[in-house]
C-alpha cells in the first residue's frame, strides 16, 4: 500500500503516486502523454507500455492484444494496470505521442482588408475636471468620452470596477486607460487603469482542436500577429476523438478533468507567448476560441453527454462571454472569453470560423469548404444562402481504426509511391516509420489501385505474386515497409480490412458532399471554389484524394488548400467587432442538414463504396487499367 | 493589557474586546445602539454614558461636555473613551437609540393600477423532448418557450447556469421553472430548477433611509404586500448624517464597515420577514432598494467620498444590476438587487421613487414633492417637465443641533400647545420626556410666537414674565417639561439659539421650494398638490408648518402626506417592468438645480429668516398679533 514511485522512459519522468493509480492516470500526472484512442476503456489496445521493473499485475483484459511472448516481457495496457509497486515503464515508439505537425498558420481569404476594430478596446483619456456648471457622475464623464470614439451606447460597468473608480480618477489627476468590450449591441467596461496603458494591448486567437490546440498572440493595436503556438490537446488521454472524451466525462471521469486538461494547455501556450514576447499575462485582455461543439462545451465546462446521443443535442450554439478567469485561464483577471458560435451538435465555431476565413458568404459563387477529420464537416453557399453538414468518416484519417493507422507524428509515413514496381515512403521527421498516417493510407490505396494491386473494389488481387504481399489470419495485407526498416520492428502494413475502413471514410464524406449538392439542386461543375481545411487537409494529395473519390471531381486549379481557417476566422473575429457579429449571423443562417435521418445520403454512401465511385460519370477524369 | 470584560446596561449585554477598544465601538459590537451624531468625531457631545464599575480615562474633550459633578459620576463620550478596565456601563436615556416610529408603509398616488409585471418572472415550462426532426439546442428550446410569454427577446445566461442545464433538463424530464430578469432591453435567465417552483417566488422593496432600513415583503405571483418589518440604520454608529459616515468612511474608518452595517440591516429584516411568513429566504429571487445618492453608494461599496466635496459628483447615477449575495445580502444566491437610479448626489433614488409613487409625471397639473430630513428635497413638475433641488436644512427637523433635540424616539416631545396660559405636550410611547424631536420642535415655535412669547424674528420678548422663561450662561431659554417631569430629571429647554437653527431650516427649506418655483416661472397658486414624503413628513402638522413659514401658504387640501414614497416607489419598480424603467426616465430628465451656486437662493433664503417670511404677501392667510 501507500505510495509507489513510477519511473517512464525513454522520457525519463519520475514521480510518486497512490497506490492503485492506473499507470495511465500516473503518466498523466507526469506529463507523458501516452497514445489512447477509447478513452480508457481497455478496447482499443493503444496504450500498450512494457513494465522492465517491478512488478505489475497481468490483465485478463491483456490477453486480446498481446502475444504470450510479449506478456512475459512485460507488456500491460496503460489504461487498465493499477500500481501496486515501484515501477519502470517503456513507452514503446507506437505508444507515444510526439511532436506532430502542428497547423499554426492560416489562409486568410476573406477578412484581409476590414479596418481594425478588436472585440475589446482600450482609450486612454485625459477628462477634464468636474466644475459644478459641469458635474456628472464619473461614469457618465467617461460615457461621453468614450461616445466620441464608438457612437452612442450604454456602458455597462461591473461592480467592483465602479466601487473604485472615483478614488482611481481623482489620485490619477482624471487621466486613466478605460478597457472596453463590445457586449451585444452595447459595450462593457472591463477595466480602468491609471496613466496611459493603450499601447499594452494584446489578444489571443486560439483553435482548440480536438487533436491540437494552437494559439495566435495578436497586438491589438496593430492586428499583427506576434507569435504562434500550438500543442497538443492534453484531452487525448481521456481519449483520441470528441465522443471517447464525451463518454468519459460523463462517466466517473467527471467533467472537470477534462476541461482543465484544455485550460491547462491553453495557460501553457500563454506561457509560452509571452515569455518569447517579453510581455505580462496581464496585458491580454481578451481570446477568441473557435472549437468544434464538443470542444467549445468541454472548454466551457457545459454538460456535454447530449451531444453524441440521439437526437443530438447541444446545450447551446452561442456562449456567454464571460472572464477567461472564471474557467481559470491566466490572463488579465477581467479579460474576456468568447467562443466561436456553432451551427449544431457537428457543426461547430471552427465550421464557422472557416467559413468566415474563406469568404464563402460573402460572393455570388457557389463555394465549399471542408474539412476532414474524424468527422467530415461540409458547408457550401454565397453570399444569399449556407447549407451544411458533419459525416461521420471514422478515425481512419486520424489514424485510428487500421493496424498500423497512427497520427501524422514523427515516424508516421505520410508518403508512399510506387515507381516500375518499387514502393518508396516519406515519413514524418525524417525518422525511421513507426506506422502510417491519413495522407500516407491515402497514397497507399491510390498506389495500390493505379498499380492495380487491389481492386476498385478495394480488394486484392488475390492471385498476385508480390513479397509485399501477405496473409496473416486470413486477413490480405500489403506490406510497406518492412520490419527490419521500422523502429518497432514490426512489419507497417495495410491491410484489406484497413482498406475497407478507408474506403467507407471517403465514401461518407464524398456522400455528403454529394448528398449537399443534390439538396441544394446544383451540380459538382457550379462549384467555384473547394477549400480544404484542417490539419489533415493540408497534408493532402489533392489529385490522389480526387483519384480514389474523397473529393469530387472538379478542375483542380478549383481545389484550396485553407489551412487552419478555425484559427483565421477566430482572429478575424477577434480583430473586428463587424466580423464576429458577421460569425453570429452565419451560425444562425446556416442550414444544417442531419445526415443520420436523411434518406439520400445512405444512397450515396453505399453508391461511394468503390475507387473512386459506383457512377464512373461523376469521375470522368479518373480511369484505372481494369484488372 | 489583554482583553476586558463590558456589561452595558440597562440593556445587559456583556462581551468582551481587546484593550484600547474604544466604549462606542465595544457598543457596535454588542449591537447596542448609541445615539452619535458627529461620527465618532467627539465633537457632538451625544454619545455620553456613564461609567459605573472599573476606571475609564478622563478624556480632556469631556470637559467641553460635561459638568464637574457628571465627570466624577463617570460620565464619558463613548466615541472618546479607549478601554483599559473591565467595566460596567449604563448607557442614559438620552444616549439610546430605542424602537422608533419606524414608518413602514406608504400611500400609492401614481401606480396602483398597473399590470403585474415584475421585475423577475418564473415560468414553469413542461418542455417537448427533442426528437431529430426538432433538436435545436437546449438553450433555444428554452427560449423559445419564454417568448412565448415575453415576446421577441434574446436571454442571457449566466455560465454556472449554463454548465449544469443539460442535466437539469433531462434529469427532471423536460419539466423545469426558469427564473427570468428584466436585462435592458431584455432578459436574463437567472436559475432553472426542477418541477414546478414558480408558485413561490417573493421579493423584497426596500428603503434605505439614513435613519430607518424598512423591507417590504411581496409576494410577486399576486403583488400582495405580505409583511413590512423595519429597523434603524445600524450606519448611525458611524454617524447620524451621510456627511458624518462619509467622513467616516472616507478616513481610517474605511467603506467596508459602513457597507457591512446596512447590509446586516437587511439581513436582519430578511430574517424576521422569513420566519414570520414561514418562507426560505432561497425563495426571494430580487430586490429593489431605494435610498439617497450616498445611501445607494454606501449599499454597493461605492467610494463616497465626492459626493461631500464641491463639486459634488457620484460615482455613478445609475446602479448595475447586480447578484445580491455580491455584496453578502442573503437571499437565493442568484437573486438580484436593482438599486433606484438617483438624480444627483444630494437628490437621490429615495426622490426618483417618491415622484413615481406620487405620480407628479403623470399629469397635466403641477404637484410638488418635498422630502423633509437633514436636506430637504424638492421635486416639481408635470407630464411635460421635472425639476428638483436639493437644500441642506440641517440636523435641526432630525433632533439634532438643538439643547434637547432627540429623534423621534420614545420619549421625545412630539406635539406641544400653549392653550390658556398652560402648556401640555405629548410624548412618543406616552414615556417620560427626555428630549424634543422635530415635530415637537415646530410646533413649539408656532405655539411661541402665536403666543407672543417670541417675536417674528425669533427672539424672546426678555421683558416677559414667564415661570418657564429662563436665562443660563446668557442665553433665554424656554422650558418645556421641568426637570422633576423627566426622564433625564433635567429641564427640556427650547433655547434662543434652537430657535434660531430651526427658522435656518425652515428658510431653507422654503427658499429652496421657492427658488424652484420661481425657476420654472410659476406662482404657488399653479402647485395643484403638495406631497409631503418621509419619516418626519408624517409627523408634521400642517397648518403649523405653514404658520412657521415652512410650506407655502396654499389651500391646505391640497397639501397631502405621502408616507414612505421610497418604499412604494421600489415596490412599484419591483411589481412591474415598465415602472422601473419610468424611474429610469424619471431620473434622466429631471433637471436639478444646484443651489449651493444658485445665487436667487440665497437672497431667497435670507428673505425666509423670519416667522413666517419677510414678505408677508407669501403668507396671507398667517397673521400673528404684534408683540
Redo the contacts between chains.
Sequence with gaps: MGDHTIRFLPADQSLRVADGTTIAEAARQADVFITNLCGGEGVCGKCRVQVTKGRAPAEALAKGFFSQDQIMKGYVLACQTPIHDDLEIIIPAESRMDASKIMTGGENQGTANLPLDPLVKKFYLALTT???E???????RIARELRKELGWH?F????DC??????KL?ENDWKVTVTVARH?E?YRILRIEPFDTARSHYGLAVDVGTTTVVAQLLDLNTGEVLDVEGCHNQQASFGEDVISRVIFACGKGGLDPVQQAVVKNINTLINRLVKKRKISREEIDVIVAAGNTTMSHLL???????IRL?????????F?Q?RAS??GIRINPRGILEVMPCV??YVGGDIVAGVLASGISEHEAVKCLIDIGTNGEIAIGNQDWLVCCSASAGPAFEGGGTRCGMRATDGAIEKVVIKDGELHYNTIGGKKPRGICGSGLIDCIYELVRNNIIGQDGKFHREREDPRLDVEDNIFEYIIAFAHETETAANVVITESDIDNLIKSKGAVFAAIKSLMDYIGLGFDTIDTLYVAGGFGSFLDIPKSVAIGLLPDIPLENIKFIGNSSLTGARASLLSKSTFETCLNISRSMTNI?L??YQPFTDEYIAALFLPHTDEKLFPSVTYAKG
Excluded at 134 to 140: I, Y
Excluded at 156 to 159: K, M, V
Excluded at 310 to 318: A, F, K, L
Design positions: 468636474p466644475t459644478m459641469d458635474n456628472v457622475p464619473d461614469v457618465e450604454t455597462d460597468i461591473p461592480l465602479l466601487q473604485t473608480l472615483s478614488t481623482r451585444g452595447n466551457l465546462g457545459l454538460t456535454p453527454c447530449s440521439d437526437p443530438y443535442v447541444p446545450t447551446t450554439d452561442e456567454p464571460i472564471e474557467i449544431a451538435s442531419e443520420s435521418t
